[in-house]
């Protein structure tokens, strides 16, 4: 059993940056690959960015390529998403997530465990 909770959530400029956490319960932590995913309203929830158990194999979506990090540090059960360069159509509430396999990463369905969310927003 898993449970994540993201914090770092906030109102951000246009070209500004935030930086996401989320913070894993348990001694399994480093078993998992994890993933950010985001809604936003009346959207389907979209993939973002994963990250594999060990840190060195990462994936992106389109959207975001060059302008977001994933990155994760298991000594701290902790994996980050830095934003940079956001647009208002970053806008949305963003979601971590865990799954015991990668073959997938980009799929929701995937994921076995999922954090409460954090709200983004993106002003013009």
């Known amino acids: 059993q898993v449970q994540l909770v993201e914090s770092g959530g906030g109102l951000v400029q246009a070209g500004g940056s935030l930086r996401l956490s989320c913070l894993a319960s348990g001694r399994t932590f480093r078993r998992y690959h994890m993933g950010w995913f985001r809604q936003a309203p009346g959207k389907e929830r979209e993939f973002v960015a994963a990250?594999?158990?060990?840190?060195?194999?990462?994936y992106y979506g389109d959207p975001v390529k060059g302008r977001f990090t994933i990155s994760r540090d298991n000594a701290k059960n902790t994996v980050y998403l830095q934003m940079n360069s956001l647009k208002p159509e970053d806008t949305a509430v963003y979601y971590c997530?865990?799954?015991?396999?990668?073959?997938?990463?980009?799929?929701?369905?995937?994921?076995?465990?999922w954090g409460q969310g954090t709200q983004v927003t993106v002003s013009s």
């Open positions: 997530a865990a799954t015991a396999t990668f073959s997938s990463s980009h799929i929701s369905s995937e994921y076995d465990y």
């Open positions: 990250i594999n158990w060990s840190g060195g194999i990462t």
